[in-house]
């Protein structure tokens, strides 16, 4: 792909519109999964399984760590409590929040959905080979760690 000039733009080839593209496009082939068989929304799902990754988390923790807007994350929370996947138990180190964790039903359920993704990706990288797979997920980490590294441009 070449370079475009400054005042040539496609967005087709934008890099963030493309990773955009791909990540929704990856997201929603899973999120069919998840929706149909457990009745999970996307930030439900991602807020259970970094739950099921790190263990309780404070609110504050999950949105930082998911990258999703606090309100998201706020919904998702209350959602997982309502249905019994997650419970709010007091914060020892900061009496001002709570920390979340998932409830037996909810580590259950985590379970039983993690081996469904996981089989989702292995058939999105299929078409790679283990080293091609290596060298792209390490080009993703260093565009995140480039983007995550300084602030908005002034």
Known sequence: MSQSTDTEFSLADFLPYQLSVASNAVSNRIAQVYHREFGLKVTEWRVMAMLGDAGALTQRDLTARTLMDK????????????????????????GRSHLLELTEAGRAMHGQ?????RAIEA??????????????????????DEATQFGPEA
Do not use: H, W, Y
Not at 71 to 94: F, H, I, S, T
Not at 113 to 117: Q, T
Not at 125 to 130: E, N, P, R, S, V
């Open 71 to 94: 309100v998201a994350v706020n919904r998702a929370c209350k959602m997982l409590e309502q249905r019994g996947l997650a419970r709010r138990n007091p914060n020892e180190r900061d």
């Open 113 to 117: 959905i993690v081996p469904r993704a």
């Open 123 to 144: 058939s999105l990288l299929q078409t790679l080979g283990a080293e091609q797979e290596d060298g792209f997920r390490a080009i993703l980490a260093r565009i995140r």
